[in-house]
C-alpha cells in the first residue's frame, strides 16, 4: 500500500519556508485574478491602509504622492454637490 502526503498533517516550517508559501500562494491568486479582480483587489487594500488614518495623514499621503492640485481636485469631488 502506498502512503500518500497528508496535507493536513501538523507540519513546522522554518520561517524561510512559510515566507515561500505564503510567497507562493499570494503569486497563485494573482495569477487566478483578472485585471477587474486586480484593480478592486488594490483599490480595496489602499482604502484598508488608509482606514485608520486621521484626515489630516489622509490629505499629506495624497500630497506627497501626488500633489496639492491633484488633493484639492479630490476634495472639490467629494466636496461638491
Known sequence: MIALPNPTAK?????DQLSK???LYAEQVVDSMDVRDLC???ID???DNMDG???DEIKTEIE???????LAD????????
Open 11 to 15: 507540519m513546522t516550517l522554518t520561517q
Open 21 to 23: 508559501l505564503i510567497q
Open 40 to 42: 478592486a483587489f488594490a
Open 45 to 47: 487594500t489602499i482604502c
Open 53 to 55: 488614518l486621521s484626515e
Open 64 to 70: 506627497e504622492l501626488y500633489d496639492h492640485e491633484m
Open 74 to 81: 479630490l476634495l472639490e469631488s467629494v466636496t461638491a454637490e
